[in-house]
């Protein structure tokens, strides 16, 4: 039996984490940045990001952009993720794992409320997790394939019980699936909210901003700043301008070619954080041409990975689709080596030497990486045209309709693998195997093993080609040196801003 167990005062001083690519609710991150002067509790963070979320409803909306803001901050689930990834308690003071690993017993914290005053009690938990269960529409849906039951022995304990063990079940809480919602409540959450976390909605300005303010009565240590606005700019140049006129005190998302800029400025200390963004070279596998494996490895053989990265100006190569962050990474670099003339050769037996094909790219991504691709595949004899659209155009035509030939786009989410093993995804990749190993892993109750037969499964989606894993993404925040605590690692995918202060004048 496995037994992970946090005492309350713990979990109010670890309000301060962020996330490889996960926030975190737990424990305290190592200070980075050097704040100067006393932190001001009245003090309000700016706080510059891309990508704005098309409405706040994080039960049935997907993207990172929601994720990003709402989880740790405005919700929370019993589990959240640390910097390292790992599971840490969260509205559960403590949990237990069965050794067949089929019942997860939960205990709560004390004294959790919702942002309208009433308690959290383990009935809101089994309403809320329930309806993930049998509501499809509900994210995390799918994640909850295996639960048999959801229980409450009393107002302090949920018991999970599955129908067979599940080696990823636990993380999934850790994401929009473990969040708690009120029983019975009424909010409408694409424009409001009613969560347990360290802040409150206060406004959201749409195509502008979103703002919270601390709530008061949070059952952990208080927030560190009394409000945060979260300015959206989905230009990088403007980003970069709004940060150096001191309107914003971090800007997230620093494109590597404007960094210098903010550096040489002495206004900000600009770090480099780890994430599991997997800058993902989509392939439509069941799209002709890209139906012929021989065109899909010719696809990744003529792209200059190295030189790719070099332009982009931060990211590690990654020749899979596990990042190393996840469990199952393996380097796969000698799959799809550098190699423009074998690429020629692939195209000419699959009698596509003068082969044209279109990318759909969301265009706030820019235009280095299609540079690129130009080159590399003009080199081998394939045109490339660029459609550059809107993100939500793009997830109605390539992510929900799968019409594309091409597409690029940061998969940001942790422990993503199962898309490969599942043919309905935009991908279009069926490969049984795959789909049994995958299997297989998650039915593994011991991690090292699961992770064995995910790196199997990984191997085989390379060698597939099933698409290209340009690289491996790396994220450039710039802080002013008056914020303390800002999260460093996979604030693309979620920020906890609970233990982040600013010193006050």
């Known amino acids: 039996m496995f037994r992970r167990t946090r005492r309350l005062g713990v979990v109010s001083a670890l309000a301060a984490t962020a996330i490889i690519l996960t926030a975190c609710g737990g424990s305290s991150p190592e200070p980075t940045q050097t704040s100067v002067g006393e932190p001001d509790p009245a003090a309000t963070l700016t706080v510059g990001l891309v990508l704005e979320p098309t409405n706040l409803d994080i039960r049935h909306t997907s993207g990172a952009a929601l994720e990003q803001v709402l989880v740790d901050n405005i919700y929370e689930g019993l589990v959240t993720r640390a910097q390292d990834n790992s599971i840490e308690p969260r509205l559960a003071s403590d949990y237990e794992v069965s050794g067949d690993g089929l019942t997860y017993t939960f205990t709560l914290n004390e004294g959790v409320t919702f942002h309208d005053g009433a308690a959290l009690t383990s009935a809101d938990v089994v309403?809320?997790?329930?309806?993930?269960?049998?509501?499809?529409?509900?994210?995390?849906?799918?994640?909850?394939?295996?639960?048999?039951?959801?229980?409450?022995?009393?107002?302090?304990?949920?018991?999970?019980?599955?129908?067979?063990?599940?080696?990823?079940f636990l993380f999934s809480l850790t994401g929009p699936a473990g969040l708690v919602f009120k029983n019975g409540d009424k909010t409408d959450l694409q424009t409001a909210e009613n969560g347990t976390g360290p802040f409150v909605l206060q406004n959201w300005s749409r195509g502008s901003s979103i703002t919270f303010d601390r709530y008061a009565d949070y059952w952990g240590e208080p927030a560190g700043v009394a409000e945060v606005v979260f300015e959206y700019i989905p230009d990088f140049t403007a980003g970069v301008n709004a940060a150096l006129d001191g309107s914003l005190d971090v800007l997230t998302a620093v494109d590597p070619n404007l960094a210098p800029e903010l550096e040489s400025s002495g206004e900000f200390t600009l770090t480099t954080g780890r994430t599991t963004d997997k800058a993902t070279l989509a392939f439509n596998n069941a799209k002709a041409p890209l139906d012929d494996v021989r065109v899909r490895e010719a696809l990744r053989l003529a792209i200059d990975h190295e030189?790719?990265?070099?332009?982009?100006?931060?990211?590690?190569?990654?020749?899979?689709?596990?990042?190393?962050?996840?469990?199952?990474?393996?380097?796969?670099?000698?799959?799809?080596?550098?190699?423009?003339?074998?690429?020629?050769?692939?195209?000419?037996?699959?009698?596509?030497?003068?082969?044209?094909?279109?990318?759909?790219?969301p265009s706030f991504y820019g235009t280095t990486v299609p540079q690129v691709l130009i080159s590399d595949f003009a080199k081998v004899g394939v045109t490339l045209d660029v459609n550059p659209v809107e993100f939500p155009t793009w997830l109605e035509d390539v992510y929900t309709n799968k019409d594309y030939e091409l597409s690029f786009v940061l998969h940001v989410e942790p422990r993503d693998f199962g898309n490969f093993a599942n043919p309905e995804y935009y991908f279009g990749y069926d490969n049984p195997k795959v789909q049994g190993l995958y299997t297989q892993a998650l039915a593994e109750t011991d991690a090292g093993a699961s992770a064995k037969l995910l790196a199997e499964a990984a191997r085989l989606v390379s060698e597939d080609h099933a698409a290209d894993w340009l690289y491996n993404g790396q994220t450039i925040t710039a802080v002013r040196p008056i914020v303390s605590g800002f999260p460093e690692d996979s604030i693309n995918s979620r920020i906890n801003l609970a233990g982040v202060t600013v010193a006050g004048e």
């Open 307 to 361: 030189g790719l990265i070099e332009a982009v100006g931060a990211g590690e190569p990654l020749y899979g689709p596990i990042p190393e962050l996840d469990p199952g990474y393996e380097d796969l670099s000698d799959v799809a080596p550098y190699d423009p003339e074998k690429a020629k050769k692939l195209l000419a037996e699959a009698g596509q030497e003068d082969l044209e094909l279109t990318l759909t790219i």
């Open 127 to 168: 309403a809320s997790y329930d309806a993930v269960r049998t509501d499809e529409s509900l994210q995390g849906n799918a994640e909850f394939a295996t639960v048999e039951s959801i229980t409450a022995p009393d107002e302090k304990t949920v018991v999970i019980t599955l129908t067979e063990p599940n080696q990823n």
